[in-house]
Protein backbone atom coordinates (compact mmCIF):
# COMPACT_ATOMS: atom_id res chain seq x y z
CA UNK A 1 0.00 0.00 0.00
CA UNK A 2 2.38 2.35 0.66
CA UNK A 3 4.81 1.48 -2.52
CA UNK A 4 1.57 2.69 -4.27
CA UNK A 5 1.47 5.86 -2.78
CA UNK A 6 4.76 6.51 -2.92
CA UNK A 7 4.75 5.70 -6.81
CA UNK A 8 2.10 8.07 -7.23
CA UNK A 9 3.39 10.94 -5.54
CA UNK A 10 6.75 10.66 -8.06
CA UNK A 11 4.35 9.69 -10.92
CA UNK A 12 2.51 13.18 -10.57
CA UNK A 13 5.83 14.93 -9.19
CA UNK A 14 7.97 13.79 -12.71
CA UNK A 15 6.21 16.18 -14.91
CA UNK A 16 7.24 18.91 -13.51
CA UNK A 17 10.15 18.63 -12.38
CA UNK A 18 11.48 17.80 -16.22
CA UNK A 19 9.45 21.28 -17.01
CA UNK A 20 11.46 23.11 -14.44
CA UNK A 21 14.69 21.48 -15.01
CA UNK A 22 14.54 22.49 -19.08
CA UNK A 23 13.38 26.21 -18.30
CA UNK A 24 16.35 26.47 -16.35
CA UNK A 25 18.66 24.96 -18.73
CA UNK A 26 17.09 27.59 -21.62
CA UNK A 27 17.36 30.32 -18.98
CA UNK A 28 21.16 29.32 -18.44
CA UNK A 29 21.46 29.34 -22.04
CA UNK A 30 20.04 32.73 -22.98
CA UNK A 31 21.74 34.41 -19.61
CA UNK A 32 25.23 32.86 -21.37
CA UNK A 33 24.23 34.25 -24.84
CA UNK A 34 23.73 37.94 -23.31
CA UNK A 35 27.40 37.11 -21.95
CA UNK A 36 28.63 36.31 -25.11
CA UNK A 37 27.35 39.70 -26.62
CA UNK A 38 29.41 41.43 -23.59
CA UNK A 39 32.49 39.33 -24.47
CA UNK A 40 32.62 40.21 -27.87
CA UNK A 41 31.85 43.60 -26.75
CA UNK A 42 35.09 43.70 -24.32
CA UNK A 43 36.93 41.65 -27.22
CA UNK A 44 36.65 44.10 -29.98
CA UNK A 45 37.84 47.47 -27.38
CA UNK A 46 40.31 45.70 -26.31
CA UNK A 47 42.13 44.87 -29.46
CA UNK A 48 40.71 48.03 -30.95
CA UNK A 49 39.36 46.18 -33.92
CA UNK A 50 35.94 44.32 -34.96
CA UNK A 51 35.18 40.68 -34.30
CA UNK A 52 32.79 38.47 -36.06
CA UNK A 53 30.32 36.72 -33.93
CA UNK A 54 29.22 33.38 -35.76
CA UNK A 55 26.08 31.12 -34.75
CA UNK A 56 25.55 28.23 -35.69
CA UNK A 57 22.23 26.30 -35.19
CA UNK A 58 23.60 23.06 -36.48
CA UNK A 59 26.46 22.47 -34.37
CA UNK A 60 24.87 24.47 -31.51
CA UNK A 61 27.86 26.87 -31.12
CA UNK A 62 28.71 30.72 -30.71
CA UNK A 63 32.12 31.44 -32.68
CA UNK A 64 33.53 35.18 -31.87
CA UNK A 65 36.91 35.60 -33.87
CA UNK A 66 38.77 38.34 -35.23
CA UNK A 67 37.54 39.81 -38.28
CA UNK A 68 40.63 40.99 -40.24
CA UNK A 69 42.53 37.53 -39.08
CA UNK A 70 40.29 35.01 -38.46
CA UNK A 71 41.37 33.93 -35.65
CA UNK A 72 39.08 32.18 -33.68
CA UNK A 73 39.26 33.80 -29.79
CA UNK A 74 36.19 31.84 -28.28
CA UNK A 75 33.98 28.95 -28.99
CA UNK A 76 30.93 27.94 -26.73
CA UNK A 77 28.88 24.73 -27.40
CA UNK A 78 25.28 24.60 -26.78
CA UNK A 79 24.53 21.16 -28.11
CA UNK A 80 23.72 18.01 -25.79
CA UNK A 81 27.60 17.37 -25.17
CA UNK A 82 27.41 21.01 -23.09
CA UNK A 83 26.35 21.81 -19.75
CA UNK A 84 22.97 22.99 -21.50
CA UNK A 85 21.82 20.03 -23.24
CA UNK A 86 20.09 21.97 -25.98
CA UNK A 87 18.60 19.36 -27.92
CA UNK A 88 16.67 19.58 -31.48
CA UNK A 89 16.47 23.13 -33.13
CA UNK A 90 16.61 24.54 -29.66
CA UNK A 91 19.37 27.35 -31.09
CA UNK A 92 18.67 29.38 -33.67
CA UNK A 93 20.37 33.33 -34.64
CA UNK A 94 18.73 35.63 -37.21
CA UNK A 95 21.35 36.43 -39.05
CA UNK A 96 23.88 34.09 -38.27
CA UNK A 97 26.82 36.51 -38.61
CA UNK A 98 27.68 40.11 -36.75
CA UNK A 99 30.70 42.11 -36.47
CA UNK A 100 31.22 43.89 -33.31
CA UNK A 101 32.77 47.06 -33.76
CA UNK A 102 35.13 48.29 -31.13
CA UNK A 103 32.87 51.45 -30.04
CA UNK A 104 30.42 48.33 -28.67
CA UNK A 105 28.26 48.63 -31.70
CA UNK A 106 27.32 46.38 -34.39
CA UNK A 107 26.69 46.31 -38.07
CA UNK A 108 23.09 44.17 -38.15
CA UNK A 109 20.43 43.80 -34.65
CA UNK A 110 20.52 40.14 -34.03
CA UNK A 111 18.39 38.19 -32.66
CA UNK A 112 19.49 34.72 -30.90
CA UNK A 113 16.36 32.46 -30.12
CA UNK A 114 17.01 29.75 -27.00
CA UNK A 115 14.97 27.22 -26.05
CA UNK A 116 11.98 24.57 -27.61
CA UNK A 117 8.47 24.84 -28.48
CA UNK A 118 7.13 24.84 -25.39
CA UNK A 119 9.34 27.48 -23.56
CA UNK A 120 11.54 29.85 -25.20
CA UNK A 121 13.98 33.24 -24.62
CA UNK A 122 15.18 35.35 -26.83
CA UNK A 123 18.76 38.10 -26.63
CA UNK A 124 18.78 40.77 -28.92
CA UNK A 125 21.37 42.89 -29.40
CA UNK A 126 20.86 45.97 -31.50
CA UNK A 127 23.27 47.44 -33.67
CA UNK A 128 23.59 50.32 -30.94
CA UNK A 129 24.97 47.16 -28.62
CA UNK A 130 22.16 47.33 -25.93
CA UNK A 131 21.66 43.74 -25.14
CA UNK A 132 18.23 42.49 -23.84
CA UNK A 133 16.73 38.95 -22.86
CA UNK A 134 13.26 38.96 -23.83
CA UNK A 135 10.64 35.68 -23.14
Not at 30 to 37: G, L, P, Q, S
Request: hydrophobic content about 45%.
Amino acid sequence: MVLIVVATVVGALTPSVVRQLTHARVNRAANVVAADFYLAQSLAGRQHAPVTMVFSPGAKTTTISDAASGTTLYTRRFGIESEFKLSGGEFAASPATVQVLPNGMSNVSVTVTVGGASYQKQVRMSRAGQIRIIS
